[in-house]
Every structure is written in structure tokens, then in C-alpha cells.
């Protein structure tokens, strides 16, 4: 039963219902400029486990962006900065803010132990699900926070959003991972292999990432992270942009790293990205490397 109960609550909170209403408890609305909150309980007085008797929702809008916060100090601060988030994800590589083509639902909670018991996830996590016809439904974020900073919430909403465009899978994956905290993504990269040759990240589909087991996901991940690193960091981010527009579904890859980058050949460019990975990775292990330098920022 105590399961039964979890699961349909979180059943009503998926499927965007005035679920305090409609489980027969009393809620409490407010209204803050165009943001509507709505405090609902979340767990019955009679629940078993102390951490989770009494809890409340808090739930805010704001354009696409739905927030339900069990702190509702952490809540407010979501609904305020939510669009700045949103707008850095994307500005900071240069390309043009845009909000997610379906609606985005963050569930916020203060800490990983909530996360756990509510939702049985040990991190966060961001999901993208799609209707048959392969169009978004919804977006969800599962994410705890212990403290106000921007660049927390930051790596998921770049997998929301950047899933809902239309852009390469690698470049995705990778800007995910460097729109984290500098020194969390100074960490993730700095295990990965110098001998992953670029051809096979630009080649990778979301299929393949999909098929391959989780250490190789974390993998694919680090080495497309330092893919965007080399082509923002060391070769800029008009040639980046130029790169990135010039591919579709029926461009030739290799066609347009000729085009925009010069390279004679794949080898020519599997070589500059080796010597990249590996100097970059040698001086991290060193400690040369500073934090500032896996900050991205869009280029005026």
C-alpha cells in the first residue's frame, strides 16, 4: 500500500492534475505575477517513514516551465530564475534561447534522500518522452538542490532543451556536460581516454548511445564533452556555429569539416583531436589546467 500510494501520487503530479483536488485534500493558492502556487501534501500525516509525513508540494509556472518544490523557498527561486537558466544554456555557445517545445515539469527536492524515497533515483535526472509519432509529450527534471546556484540546474535543462531541437547528438551530449559547474566538468572529463578518435563520437546516433552499456555511455559523454571542448575552445565559435548549421540529416560529416575546418581528410582531423585530448588531459592530471577554462561563454 505504501507503494501503491507513492506511485499515484507521483502518477497525478506526471499527468499535470489538480491532484490536491482531486485526492480529496484541502490546498492553499496563491498568485505572484503570472505564476500561479499551489501547496498540496505530497504524503498523508499516517506515513511511515518520518521524512516523508507531512510534506507538501509547492507548484509554480512560469511560460513552459511547470516547478512542484517541497521547500518553497527553493521553489520561488527556481520561478525566478528559471528563464535566466534556461537562456544561459543555450547563449553561452552562441546559439538563439528558446524554451522547450513541450511543457517542462521540475520536480525539486532539498536533498538526495527525498530524491531516493520519492522517486527511487540515486541523482538527478532529466527525460525527454515522446509520443509514437516520435513529437515531444512532455519533459520532466528530477533534481535536488542544496544550495542556490544556477549551474545545478543548468546540465539538465541543456538535455531538455537541446533534445527537443534538432542538432547533433555528440554536440548535445557534450555541451550537457560542460554546462555543468566548471569544476564538475573539469572532473568528468579528466578520466577520459586520449585514443577515442573523433570520426566515431561525430558517427555515434542516440540508437547507438542508447545500446551501449552505462560505463560506455559515461564515456561517449566525457569524450564529446572534449570534442566541443577543441572546437569552441581552440578553434571558435563562428567556425562551431558555421559546423553545426551546415549538418543535417543528409550532410556528409566529413564534407562539412572540410568545408568549414579545412581538413584534407577524417585522419587529419582524428590526429588534431588525439593531440588535443591528449595535452589537455596530461596537464589536467598535472593541475595546470584552471576551472576557468571549462567556463563557456558566448562570444559577443
Known amino acids: 500500500m505504501f507503494y501503491i500510494k507513492h506511485l499515484f501520487v507521483f502518477y497525478l503530479l506526471l499527468q499535470g492534475v489538480s491532484f490536491a483536488q482531486d485526492i480529496g ?4 493558492t496563491t498568485q505572484s505575477g503570472s505564476s500561479q502556487v499551489v501547496a498540496a501534501p505530497a504524503q498523508d500525516e499516517s506515513d511511515p517513514d518520518p521524512d516523508l509525513r ?19 523557498a527553493q521553489g520561488r527561486w527556481l520561478l525566478n530564475n528559471i528563464e535566466n537558466a534556461s537562456s544561459s544554456c ?12 513541450q511543457e517542462c515539469r521540475i ?38 538542490i542544496d544550495s542556490l546556484e544556477i ?31 566548471s569544476p564538475d566538468a573539469a572532473r568528468a572529463v579528466a578520466g577520459a581516454s586520449p585514443n577515442f578518435p573523433a570520426s566515431k563520437v561525430l558517427a555515434t546516433t542516440q540508437s547507438d548511445y542508447f ?9 561517449f559523454d566525457t569524450q564529446s564533452a ?23 540529416s543528409s550532410s556528409d560529416i566529413f564534407s562539412c569539416l572540410e568545408t568549414v575546418y579545412g581538413y584534407r581528410d577524417i585522419e587529419e582531423f ?28 558566448g562570444a559577443q
Open 270 to 297: 582524428n590526429s588534431k583531436y588525439a593531440s588535443y585530448c591528449s595535452d589537455l588531459l596530461k596537464e589536467l592530471s598535472l593541475g595546470n589546467v584552471p576551472d576557468q577554462y571549462f567556463v563557456i561563454k
Open 226 to 248: 572534449l570534442l566541443c571542448m577543441m572546437l569552441r575552445k581552440e578553434l571558435g565559435q563562428t567556425k562551431l556555429l558555421s559546423f553545426l548549421g551546415s549538418l543535417d
Open 54 to 72: 507531512g510534506l507538501s508540494w509547492n507548484r509554480y509556472a512560469k511560460g513552459d516551465y511547470v516547478i512542484l518544490s517541497i521547500d518553497e
Open 211 to 219: 545500446s551501449m552499456s552505462v560505463e560506455n555511455r559515461l564515456s
Open 25 to 28: 485534500l484541502s490546498s492553499g
Open 90 to 101: 543555450l547563449t553561452r555557445w552562441g546559439l538563439k534561447p528558446t524554451g522547450p517545445s
Open 107 to 144: 520536480f525539486c527536492v532539498p536533498n538526495r534522500s527525498l530524491l531516493k524515497k520519492l522517486f527511487n533515483l540515486d541523482a538527478p535526472k532529466a527525460e525527454v518522452r515522446k509520443n509514437e509519432d516520435g513529437t515531444v509529450e512532455i519533459n520532466v527534471i528530477w533534481i535536488c
Open 151 to 181: 549551474d545545478l540546474l543548468t546540465p539538465y535543462i541543456t538535455h531538455i532543451l537541446l533534445s527537443n531541437e534538432s542538432c547533433p547528438f555528440w554536440f548535445s551530449r557534450g555541451a550537457e556536460v560542460l554546462n555543468r559547474r
